[in-house]
């Protein structure tokens, strides 16, 4: 099936100019656009997109704020930052309202429309320059992800499904469960783990699976 994506974007020639790129890409089925977080909010958790590109600067409400309201409304929905910002403020405000990737507007066509697919697959795409800074920020003695001792055991299937690249969709075909089975365990897991993104679900698990089989000293 066509990956379908929903742009919120305020800039009317960046819609048009990734509504083409969209309408030509093999694979892929555009949505529907918005023009700012209100009218997004208003209609995205009826249209459930399997990717949306979220701009950050938008008028009225901006696109973290937007992101974060609608997530935890579509759980299977992968939000994408695209934005002129690569401080790191913004950066890790966005992945903890719920992005699951951070791209730069200047994202060249064939990158953009890798990055949708990559999200779509369970991956978390960012430009380079982007990605450089989150490792930096995990690379800090300091970070630490929350632990998943509080996750049930098939919490914990869920969990390790989503890690390996899943989607809720093969998760339930998977574990044998419906698909609405599968979206309330990965409610519990964000709940249980304060996240509110796949991605960052994912980082507690290999964190938590680093410090499991490092040995001890």
């Known amino acids: ?17 990734v509504a083409d790129w969209l309408g030509h890409a093999q694979g892929m089925e555009l949505a529907l656009q918005f023009p700012d977080a209100e009218s997004a909010l208003e209609r995205l958790p009826q249209e459930r997109p399997d990717v949306a590109l979220v701009d950050i600067n ?11 309201q609608l997530k935890p409304q579509l759980l299977a929905t992968q939000f994408v930052m695209v934005t002129v910002y690569e401080d790191a403020d913004r950066i890790f405000e966005a992945l903890s309202a ?6 730069l507007k200047q994202t060249p066509r064939d990158e953009l429309l890798a990055a949708i697919r990559l999200v779509h697959q369970g991956g978390s795409p960012m430009s380079g320059s982007i990605a450089r800074k989150v490792v930096q920020f995990f690379q800090r003695p300091s970070a630490a992800a929350p632990k998943t001792d509080a996750l049930s055991e098939r919490e914990r299937e869920v969990l390790e499904l989503l890690s390996r690249g899943y989607l809720y969709k093969e998760i339930a075909e998977t574990l ?10 990965g409610r519990r897991i964000y709940e249980k783990l304060h996240v509110h993104s796949r991605a960052q679900a994912v980082a507690a698990f290999g964190q938590q699976q680093a410090k499991t089989l490092r040995p001890s000293q």
């Open 58 to 68: 938008l008028p009225g409400q901006s696109g973290i704020e937007c992101v974060r």
């Open 176 to 185: 044998g469960v419906s698909y609405d089975t599968v979206t309330t365990y």
């Open 1 to 17: 099936m066509a990956i379908k994506v929903s742009l919120v974007e305020d800039d009317a020639r960046i819609r048009r100019t």
């Open 98 to 103: 719920g992005a699951s990737g951070y791209l």
